[in-house]
């Protein structure tokens, strides 16, 4: 999947947390359901994130 996907995902997740927020009468699963959807998208963009050790590593394999 394209990488734009999870910036949308977050945006959206956001949007809807804040939206659930925002009324006088806080809707507990809109608010669960943002939250859970900025969650995915942080998520899946940490997933592709490589570590700094792994890339030492790597750095120091290709030197050998």
């Keep these: ?3 734009y996907v999870n910036y949308i995902i977050i945006l ?8 659930a ?3 006088e009468e806080q809707n507990q699963v809109v608010l669960i359901i943002g939250i859970a959807l900025l969650m ?3 998520y ?3 997933k592709g994130i ?4 792994d890339r030492e590593d790597d750095n120091n394999s290709t030197d050998q």
């Design 1 to 3: 999947m394209p990488k």
């Design 12 to 19: 959206l997740g956001a949007c809807v947390a804040i939206y």
């Design 50 to 53: 490589q570590s700094k050790r």
């Design 21 to 23: 927020k925002a009324g």
């Design 44 to 46: 899946r963009i940490s």
């Design 40 to 42: 995915v998208g942080l």
